[in-house]
Every structure is written in structure tokens, then in C-alpha cells.
């Protein structure tokens, strides 16, 4: 990592303290009290720092890295080089990312951008609003009237706060979003550039012109849900468009009216949910993958990426392609078209 950085300089956490912390056992018990003070990736690890393995092809940087110590699962400890303490995890990402969460707190969550702390004197409050203590509003941010901010919650310089939304406790709104016709649970993120609580896409079409319908229903977003810069999430027509405790949504996220996300959700960047599409618990839907109007995703159903979701998924399956299908017969189909394909050019020879 760069010598120069946003974040302070942890003090040394000791070996122990995070096997504790991150559920990992020791190889050898009696490196509990060596101390790491730097995080970095295997190939670049600082000399005093901590770096995990959990993908065989970086494997060949074992005999070349500069970290102190390594988390990483079972099955690579005797290929560590002697020297480098071993912490041993089922799942060395997760425990790596709780290390850094120990030694990085101010990372989990956006600072202020400005440094301000309370309400700046340039941003615009309306009399009738609701602030707690320890709210901190940056400058040039709007908050209308009739709104509601929680305790410990911050927006960010630039951001327009509706009139009437309601936002719970330690909740970020970063530089620049916007947020109207929204209720918003505690300990959400919501990134540069959101926007949420617009119209959803509405109209009913004719050779006359298009009227436009009329949406009165709202956004809510639940607890610890993080949503990526740049998205956007539209407000229901006559119900309410809902995403799930837990969900995180990546950048450049557009979210039709009426939709529905479940519980610990995740949807990779430029993913598309078109108006009353409904997603169950645990979903993951791969980069630029589409779901099209009221389809529904079962629980734990996985789509690949720039598949287009046409026909209900049921839960726990992995589909993809486009139209997506189960994808092993996806993946069947796209064997025999390229074998085919080869076939045709063996024959024009």
C-alpha cells in the first residue's frame, strides 16, 4: 500500500487479539503476541503486515512475499514459508476483511467530507425539520421540511433531503444524493450521487400521446443497507418500493418502481430490476444482469451476469444467458454452439 493515505496509522494489533476477533485459529500458539501494523495484498504485503491467500493462483507469491502474517484456510498452510506466522480460517476473505475492520474502523463507514462537525451554517435546514444530536450536516446540503434525521447520522455536502423523508441513526447520506418520498432505516450507506424517491417510469401508452400515471407510493430502505454511487431507485406507482434489511446494492444500480428486494441481498454493478420485478432473500445477481417486469427470483437464486432474468426463478438455483435458464444448460448450449462453429470453419477449408 501507498505510504501516503486517507486513513490514520493503526496502532499494532497482536496476532492474538485478532485471532480472537476474526475466529481464526494460530498454527503455532506462540505467535499470539507478535504485532501487525499494515495491511497489503500478498504480492505487495508490507514487511510488518498482514495479507490472506484464498485463490490458488496467487499461490506462487508465497515465496516472495513480505508479510508477517497470512490468513488463509487449511489446505495452504504447509506451502507458507517458514517466518510467516499462520493464522488458519474457513474462509480467509471474510477473516482478512475482520482484521481490517479492526485496525481501519473509520473505513467501514464514509466520513464528512469537509470536517465539519454539527450543522453547517451553509447548508439550508427547514425550521420544521427533526434533527438529533449528533447529527452532522455538511455544506450546502438541504433538508425540507418535516424531515427526520437519527441520532449519529450525516449527510453530506450537497445532498437534498426531501421533505418529509424520515432518516434513522447512524445513517450516511454522501456528497451530492438526493433522497425524496423515502423512509430510511439506521445504519444504511447510500453513496455520491443516488438518487431515490423520484418518479417511477410510468405511463399509459395510446395513439393520442402518453399519460403520465401518477406515482404516489414511496421508497423504504431498511436496516444496514449500502447503496453504490450513481444509482437509482424509483418510488412506487400505487405500493411501496422496498429494499431489504442487509442488502448491498453496487454502482450504477437502476431500480424500477414497485420493486422488491428480500433480506441480504446483492446486486453487482449496472444490474437493472424493471417495474414490480421481486427478488427473495439472499439473491445475487451478477454484473449488467436484467430482470424483467413483474418476474420474481426465489430465495438464494444466483443469476450470472449480463444474463436477462425472462420467466420466474425458482430459490437456490444458479441460472444465466439470455433469455437465463439453468445454467448447466446453458453452458451445455454454448459448447455445442462453439463445437458447431468449428465444425463450420473445419468445413470451408
Not at 441520532?151 to 451530492?176: D, E, F, K, W, Y
Not at 406515482?215 to 400505487?238: F, H, L, M, P, W
Not at 422496498?242 to 428480500?262: A, C, L, R, S, Y
Not at 454484473?287 to 437456490?316: E, F, L
Request: charged residues 20%.
Amino acid at each position: 500500500m501507498q505510504e501516503f493515505s486517507f486513513f490514520d496509522v493503526p496502532s499494532p494489533v497482536s496476532l492474538g487479539d485478532i485471532a480472537r476477533e476474526t475466529g481464526c485459529k494460530l498454527k503455532n500458539d506462540s505467535d499470539a503476541g507478535k504485532t501487525i501494523s499494515a495491511i497489503g495484498p500478498i504480492e505487495n504485503a508490507p514487511q510488518d503486515g498482514l495479507s490472506f491467500l484464498d485463490n490458488a493462483k496467487y499461490v506462487s507469491a508465497l515465496e516472495k512475499t513480505n508479510a508477517k502474517a497470512l490468513i488463509c484456510s487449511k489446505k495452504y498452510v504447509e506451502r507458507v514459508p517458514d517466518g510467516i506466522a499462520v493464522l488458519i480460517s474457513p474462509l480467509p476473505y471474510r477473516s482478512f476483511a475482520q482484521a481490517i475492520s479492526m485496525m481501519f474502523p473509520k473505513a467501514l463507514r464514509p466520513a464528512s467530507i469537509t470536517g465539519e462537525t454539527g450543522i453547517s451554517t451553509g447548508s439550508f435546514v427547514h425550521p420544521d425539520a427533526k434533527v438529533e444530536d449528533g447529527v452532522v450536516v455538511e455544506f450546502g446540503a438541504v433538508v425540507g421540511a418535516g424531515a427526520s434525521i437519527g441520532r449519529g447520522s450525516l449527510i453530506g455536502p450537497g445532498a437534498v433531503i426531501g421533505a418529509g423523508v424520515q432518516i434513522g441513526r447512524n445513517t450516511t447520506i454522501c456528497a451530492g444524493a438526493s433522497v425524496i418520498c423515502a423512509l430510511i432505516g439506521n445504519d444504511v450507506i447510500i453513496h455520491s450521487g443516488v438518487r431515490i424517491g423520484q418518479d417511477g417510469f410510468g405511463f399509459a401508452m395510446g395513439l393520442g400521446g402518453h399519460l403520465k400515471v401518477p406515482q404516489i407510493g414511496r421508497v423504504v430502505v431498511q436496516d444496514k443497507v449500502e447503496i453504490g454511487a450513481n444509482t437509482t431507485i424509483d418510488r412506487g406507482s400505487t405500493r411501496d418500493t422496498i429494499i431489504g434489511e442487509g442488502t448491498k446494492i453496487d454502482n450504477q444500480v437502476v431500480i424500477g418502481h414497485n420493486v422488491v428486494i428480500g433480506c441480504h441481498c446483492v446486486l453487482v454493478g449496472q444490474v437493472g430490476l424493471a417495474g414490480s420485478a421481486t427478488l427473495g432473500n439472499y439473491v445475487v445477481l451478477g454484473a449488467r444482469a436484467g430482470v424483467i417486469g413483474h418476474m420474481k427470483v426465489g430465495d438464494g437464486a444466483q443469476i450470472a451476469g449480463n444474463s436477462t432474468v425472462a420467466d420466474n426463478v425458482p430459490p437456490g438455483v444458479q441460472w444465466g444467458g439470455v433469455p437465463a435458464r439453468p445454467i448447466r444448460h446453458w453452458l451445455k448450449e454454448l459448447a455445442a454452439a462453439r463445437a458447431g462453429a468449428r465444425k463450420m470453419v473445419k468445413g470451408k477449408k
